[in-house]
């Protein structure tokens, strides 16, 4: 009882003194446009480099929103805010099968996510981040490949991750690294991941060149090397904190979404990246 106290009453002291939101805009910014998971609305045409480039292409896209839930400013260059974010990741694929054009849905993966950011000044922020994710086969790629059984998932988890972003503003840029860990007991999955990378974008100019990498590995994949890299133009607006990017990307590694992670791919296409 003594500990529930002391904690309401910590609780009640921060909101006092801090000047603190309910469901309004974010405050920090920790998106990672590059992660081929990240909650947020993109889509991208890609052309796989090990097939016929212009008789299979790779589309996913993604529908990803997040809300500020409670934040306090607590002075010019530090605050901290509690964020829900949820996201749909589609992939596509689109062939010629028997001389006619083909799109397919192969598979659908649902994220939600709670976070708690710390923005302790203008250069580093922390975000720790809960999130479940389940990945559930297409109709279309089912009654294509005739599959009538259970089929073993193990992109069905929940997570928790660490990431440090600390922006370089010399640079006009931001890198980051985190770590994160299944925390479900029965996972079919095993439990550790990193990330790291960096990206840019000049938040001073209305239109500026953008680009950057991520490099993430599991060990469910034996910590292999997966990349994304890309390169293009980003048009900010006054309304939004992150811009809408235009960019030219490659990916290689294990396949980022759905439950065939262990096949591997090497994809270059072009993407629209943007958040609402």
Same mark, same amino acid.
């Given at each position: 009882?003594k500990t529930t106290t002391t904690l309401f009453l910590s609780l009640i002291s921060c909101v006092a003194f801090a000047q603190s939101n309910w469901m309004a805009q974010r405050l920090t910014q920790t998106n990672i446009f590059l992660d081929p998971v990240e909650m947020q609305m993109s889509g991208s045409i890609n052309?796989?480099?090990?097939?016929?480039?212009?008789?299979? @292409?790779?589309? =996913?896209?993604?529908?990803?929103?997040? @809300?500020?839930?409670?934040?306090? @400013?607590?002075?010019?260059?530090?605050?901290?805010?509690?964020?829900?974010?949820?996201?749909?990741? +589609?992939?596509?694929?689109?062939?010629?099968?028997?001389?006619?054009?083909?799109?397919?849905?192969?598979?659908?993966?649902?994220?939600?996510?709670?976070?708690?950011?710390?923005?302790?000044?203008?250069?580093?922020? /922390?975000?720790?981040?809960?999130?479940?994710?389940?990945?559930?086969?297409?109709?279309?790629?089912?009654?294509?490949?005739?599959?009538?059984?259970?089929?073993?998932?193990?992109?069905?988890?929940?997570?928790?991750?660490?990431?440090?972003?600390?922006?370089? =503003?010399?640079?006009?840029?931001?890198?980051?690294?985190?770590?994160?860990?299944?925390?479900? =007991?029965? #996972?079919?999955?095993?439990?550790?991941?990193?990330?790291?990378?960096?990206?840019? #974008?000049? @938040?001073?100019? *209305?239109?500026?060149? +953008?680009?950057?990498?991520?490099?993430?590995?599991?060990?469910?994949?034996?910590?292999?090397?997966?990349?994304?890299?890309?390169?293009?133009?980003? /048009?900010?607006?006054?309304?939004?904190?992150?811009?809408?990017?235009?960019?030219?990307?490659?990916? +290689?590694?294990?396949?980022?979404?759905?439950?065939?992670?262990?096949? *591997?791919?090497?994809?270059?296409?072009?993407?629209?990246?943007?958040?609402?």
């Amino acid at each position: 009882m003594k500990t529930t106290t002391t904690l309401f009453l910590s609780l009640i002291s921060c909101v006092a003194f801090a000047q603190s939101n309910w469901m309004a805009q974010r405050l920090t910014q920790t998106n990672i446009f590059l992660d081929p998971v990240e909650m947020q609305m993109s889509g991208s045409i890609n052309g796989l480099l090990s097939e016929d480039f212009l008789e299979q @292409q790779y589309l =996913p896209f993604t529908v990803g929103v997040d @809300q500020s839930i409670f934040s306090k @400013q607590v002075s010019e260059t530090k605050a901290w805010e509690i964020v829900g974010e949820m996201g749909v990741f +589609t992939q596509f694929d689109w062939k010629e099968v028997e001389g006619i054009q083909q799109r397919n849905l192969i598979n659908v993966d649902y994220k939600i996510a709670f976070s708690f950011v710390k923005q302790i000044d203008k250069i580093h922020t /922390y975000r720790v981040r809960f999130f479940h994710v389940s990945s559930h086969l297409g109709d279309d790629f089912i009654i294509r490949n005739s599959i009538n059984s259970y089929t073993e998932n193990r992109v069905n988890y929940e997570q928790l991750e660490l990431t440090y972003i600390r922006q370089l =503003p010399q640079l006009k840029s931001k890198v980051f690294a985190g770590v994160g860990g299944v925390i479900r =007991p029965d #996972a079919l999955r095993k439990p550790f991941s990193y990330i790291v990378g960096m990206d840019r #974008a000049n @938040q001073d100019k *209305k239109h500026s060149l +953008t680009g950057g990498f991520v490099i993430k590995g599991f060990q469910e994949t034996d910590f292999n090397l997966n990349l994304k890299a890309g390169v293009g133009m980003a /048009y900010r607006s006054d309304s939004k904190k992150e811009p809408i990017r235009i960019i030219l990307e490659y990916c +290689t590694g294990h396949l980022p979404y759905s439950q065939f992670e262990q096949q *591997k791919i090497e994809w270059l296409g072009l993407g629209l990246y943007f958040n609402i």
